[in-house]
T-cell receptor, first 118, second 106 residues
Framework: GAVVSQHPSRVICKSGTSVKIECRSLDFQATTMFWYRQFPKKSLMLMATSNEGSKATYEQGVEKDKFLINHASLTLSTLTVTSAHPEDSSFYIC??????????????FGPGTRLTVL | KNQVEQSPQSLIILEGKNCTLQCNYTVSPFSNLRWYKQDTGRGPVSLTIMTFSENTKSNGRYTATLDADTKQSSLHITASQLSDSASYICVPGYIFGTGTRLKVLA
């Protein structure tokens, strides 16, 4: 099946710094990628939908200036957590949408990035 | 508001037993409904994908059903294995359910 990678898998940073997380689709082109956040023992919460070549669409309550998303190519989307604070500590997961012509609309998930802000 | 509620929240069963997980949703419209398995600290892995017009879809020991009229879906796991211990998440469209945490004991 299709593979989606995320980098880094874990990151620890000081409060006030910015952290960039990369999401790559390795064997297919993804015009749409999604960014999720997950708290312990909770389900995934959609943060934003990233469309290649255009601005991301953010879910209600998600600060777009806090969580910067760039989808500059068909295989790469980045999420930058700006001026991170301890409450931003979470598990961030991306997914990439694969919808080949005549095929099934499928969403493949990355392995996630564990962010800890001290 | 789009909601996806899953039941039970958690479930413990013995290895080899079957179980059924439920999903009730208010999401509409959507093109497909997916069931995912998520191990702790990992990204979700797709188990089944059903289009709006499909009633059932199987993938090995996993069988998903969909009733668009009642807006319900279920995931049936047969002959459970220890490795089935995980969270199972129902996703109509792109809205994630609350998940069911399954624990399979030897």
């Amino acid at each position: 099946g299709a593979v989606v990678s995320q980098h880094p898998s874990r990151v620890i940073c000081k409060s006030g710094t910015s952290v960039k997380i990369e999401c790559r689709s390795l064997d297919f082109q993804a015009t749409t990628m999604f960014w999720y956040r997950q708290f312990p023992k909770k389900s995934l919460m959609l943060m934003a939908t990233s469309n290649e070549g255009s601005k991301a669409t953010y879910e209600q309550g998600v600060e777009k200036d806090k969580f910067l998303i760039n989808h500059a190519s068909l295989t790469l989307s980045t999420l930058t957590v700006t001026s991170a604070h301890p409450e931003d500590s979470s598990f961030y997961i991306c997914s990439a949408r694969d919808y080949p012509q005549g095929g099934t609309d499928t969403q493949y998930f990355g392995p996630g990035t564990r962010l800890t802000v001290l | 508001k789009n909601q996806v509620e899953q039941s039970p929240q958690s479930l413990i069963i013995l290895e080899g037993k079957n179980c059924t997980l439920q999903c009730n949703y208010t999401v509409s419209p959507f093109s497909n409904l997916r069931w995912y398995k998520q191990d702790t600290g990992r990204g979700p892995v797709s188990l089944t994908i059903m289009t709006f017009s499909e009633n059932t879809k199987s993938n090995g020991r996993y069988t998903a059903t969909l009733d668009a009229d009642t807006k319900q879906s279920s995931l049936h796991i047969t002959a459970s294995q220890l490795s089935d211990s995980a969270s199972y998440i129902c996703v109509p469209g792109y809205i994630f359910g609350t998940g069911t945490r399954l624990k399979v004991l030897a």
